[in-house]
C-alpha cells in the first residue's frame, strides 16, 4: 500500500467493530473481560485524530522536556479528559503499509493507563486489519512504570518466533512459553509506542486551551447516520464522534519561520549573540506544563538568516 488512509477511515470505528466479533484476539480461551474493559474504555473516550503537521508538532514540543520533567509532567498535569483517544498516520518500520495508530489513554489509581492500537491493510488482503498491542503500560505518578501482557501478546510473540525461524510445533500453543529475548523485545517496542502517545497527550494538555498552538474541536455526539452504520455492524455506538486537531496559526507559522535556535548562536566576549529561540513546553515551577513564545536571548538584535525548511 503505497498511500495513506483517507480521512473517512477511521481507526477508532473500525476497532469498535472488530471488538464485537466473537473471534476477536484480545478474547483469551473464552474470556472476554479485557476486551470488554478496552471496548468500554474507548467508547466513554473524548476522540480526536491529529493531522501529521499536528502530530509532529507535539512529539517535538513533548522532546523539549527532559526525562525527569517528562515524569514529572506525568505526575502533576491533568489531561483535559478523564478518557482520551488519540489516532493519529503511522507506517511500518520499513515504511512498505501505512495505516493509522491509536491509543486510548486514561487514568487509573496509580497513573496513566495506555492501550495502543494499530490499523493496516496489507497487499492481498482487502479487509483492514486491526493489530492490538501485547502489552499495556501504566505511567505511574512516581516516575516508575509498569507493563502487562494483553491477550493479544502470545500473537505478537508468535510472529517475532516466526520472523527469526524458532516458531517449533510446541510453541503454537496458547499458553506456550516464549524466549525471554522475544518478550523482551516486544515490551521495549510497545513500551516506546506508547511513551510517544502519552509524550502528544501531555502536550495537548499543556497547548489544550493555546488555539494559536492547536486548534482542538470538542467532539460532538454522533450523528444519525453514523449510529446507524454501528449499529448494522453489531457494534455498540461511541459517545462521541472523532474531532480533528490542527494546528493554530502561531504554531504553523513557526514551523515555516526560519528562526535559529540556541545551537546556532555565535559568541561574543563570552556572551552569545542574539539569537531566536523557538517556541516549546517547559514545565514551570507550579507542575502545570507551559508554553513559552518564540523570543529573542542573548546580546545585541537578531540576525535572521535564510534557511531551507523541509517537512
Not at 82 to 110: C, F, M, N, Q
Not at 171 to 196: G, N, V
Not at 283 to 306: D, E, F, S, Y
Request: proline residues 4%; charged residues 25%; glycine residues 6%.
Amino acid at each position: 500500500m503505497s498511500k495513506g488512509f483517507s480521512r473517512a477511515v477511521k481507526l477508532r470505528d473500525t476497532l469498535l467493530a472488530d471488538l464485537a466479533l466473537a473471534n476477536n484476539t484480545l478474547i483469551w480461551n473464552g474470556d472476554d473481560s479485557f476486551a470488554q474493559s478496552v471496548e468500554e474504555r474507548v467508547l466513554e473516550a473524548k476522540p480526536f485524530h491529529m493531522d501529521n503537521s499536528a502530530s509532529k508538532f507535539l512529539l517535538d514540543s513533548a522532546a523539549q522536556l527532559s526525562a525527569e520533567d517528562f515524569y514529572q509532567s506525568i505526575a502533576k498535569v491533568r489531561l483535559p479528559f478523564k478518557e482520551l483517544w488519540l489516532e493519529i498516520d503511522a507506517s511500518t518500520p520499513d515504511g512498505k503499509h501505512h495505516g493509522r495508530l491509536g491509543a486510548v489513554i486514561d487514568y487509573v489509581e496509580d497513573g496513566l493507563r495506555v492501550f495502543v492500537a494499530q490499523l493496516f491493510k496489507f497487499p492481498g488482503n482487502k479487509s483492514l486489519s486491526v493489530i492490538y498491542s501485547g502489552t499495556e503500560v501504566v505511567f505511574a505518578v512516581d516516575g516508575t512504570v509498569s507493563l502487562s501482557d494483553t491477550p493479544y501478546a502470545y500473537f505478537q510473540d508468535a510472529v517475532t518466533e516466526s520472523d527469526k525461524e524458532r516458531l517449533t510445533r510446541d510453541k503454537l500453543r496458547r499458553d506456550a512459553p516464549f524466549d525471554a529475548e522475544t518478550i523482551r523485545d516486544r515490551e521495549q517496542s510497545d513500551l516506546q509506542t506508547a511513551t510517544k502517545c502519552v509524550a502528544m497527550a501531555m502536550s495537548l494538555a499543556g497547548l489544550h486551551s493555546r488555539p494559536e498552538i492547536v486548534e482542538i474541536c470538542e467532539p460532538t455526539a454522533p450523528s444519525k447516520k453514523v449510529l446507524k452504520s454501528f449499529e448494522h455492524r453489531g457494534a455498540k455506538p461511541p459517545k462521541f464522534s472523532l474531532s480533528t486537531i490542527k494546528l493554530g496559526k502561531a504554531a504553523a507559522g513557526q514551523l515555516k519561520a526560519s528562526l535559529g535556535t540556541d545551537d546556532d548562536a555565535d559568541t561574543f566576549g563570552g556572551k552569545r549573540t542574539a539569537h531566536w529561540v523557538r517556541g516549546h513546553l517547559f514545565l514551570a515551577r507550579n507542575g502545570k506544563l507551559t508554553w513559552r513564545k518564540a523570543h529573542v536571548r542573548g546580546v545585541g538584535k537578531p540576525i535572521q538568516t535564510a534557511r531551507k525548511v523541509t517537512t
